[in-house]
């Protein structure tokens, strides 16, 4: 019988600009196809998604807070919505979920990409006024920040490398440039935080791909470069794990079973990349884990296996405490739009209606039952 360790975090993750709707940022003045719209209206339903977040058994719950909303003008803070993010925080707490708040998960004022974005000498102090602004005012109500999320193997790369993403560069240069910008940014935020409120947590989450055979070699370049640059700022480290690669998996000869959206899912990789993690000799939180799967078919056995595989790297001695699913909601996919299916909670997007999954129930005992069940 597995049993997690004592005050184990249980819980799921959004972020802002996936399931608020409403936002004017970067991504939703360039498109039909980048645009959320009114997503899952969370904006306004947060608290009907809290109550099915607890009625999951869930003990904390990650989200992001959305820059644009609060700074839309350079300078300028819209005091409506820092309350607004108030009310988030507060519903959270009042339903016992401890808040894990992303300070940067991709979406940008339109000010501040007009003046560069990243790659402008003056980000890492804009966003740090942003940050000071908003960690002022929620310092007593929150304690685990997470300054960015996937910064440089995921946001640079398809962002400045192969320009998939807003601002749809393709320069190498660049690319290098925005990495070693948010490596400043962090370690700036992570001082300023302390600074602001002492006894907070602070983090990253980071994109983090399992390698096998002699793919092995890209580990340090692809996974752990940017951890390697900010090890002395960060009192934990996220993991978002969804990615297994192996010279079979690349050649499409491996028969295990895939995501709607084509991702290999490969329970074990979980193991060895916590692993891999001891290293750093820091708490772990993995604060992204889940998939694609619209009938609800395989998401059960996901949970399940991913769990018993992060149960294994415990006992093993690696400091694991917390998971939160990806998603509480289906939600905007980024440039796949809403097709993909993440949720626990299925979202009807005419109707808006929120309708838990099969998968819900199961996550849900085993939040309950601290993993004893699985």
Known sequence: ??????????????????????????????????????????????????????SLNNNAHRFSIE????????????????E????????????GLEP??????????????????????????????????????????????????????????????IGKWPPFIKNWFKFRRVCKQLIITHKEIYELIHKIS???????????THFKGFLKILNTFWNQKFLNKIENHHDFIGLNYYFHHSLSEILKLSHRKRTDIGWEIYPEGIYHVLKDFKKYNKPIYITENGLADAKDEKRTKFIIEHLKWVYKAIEEGVDVRGYFHWSLLDNFEWDKGFEPRFGLIEIDYKTFQRIPRPSSRVYAEICKNNGTNL
């Open 67 to 82: 820059w644009a909303r609060i700074e839309p003008e350079e300078g300028k803070f819209d005091q409506k919505e820092i």
């Open 1 to 54: 019988m597995l049993k997690f360790p004592e005050n184990f975090y249980w819980g799921t993750a959004t972020s802002a600009y996936q399931v608020e709707g409403g936002i004017k940022n970067d991504w939703s003045m360039i498109g039909k196809k980048f645009d959320a719209g009114i997503a899952c209206d969370h904006y306004h339903k947060f608290e009907e998604d809290f109550d099915l977040a607890k």
């Open 100 to 161: 894990f708040m992303t300070l940067y998960h991709w979406t940008l004022p339109i000010w501040f990409v007009e003046k560069g974005g990243w790659l402008n000498e003056d980000a890492p102090k804009d966003f740090g006024r942003f940050v000071g602004k908003i960690v002022s005012e929620y310092k007593d109500l929150v304690k685990f920040w997470i300054t960015l999320n996937e910064p440089d193997n995921v946001y640079a790369v398809l962002s400045f490398l």
């Open 84 to 95: 607004h993010y108030r009310k988030v925080i507060l519903a959270l707490k009042e339903r």
């Open 198 to 208: 002492p006894d907070a947590f602070v983090g990253i989450a980071q994109n983090y």
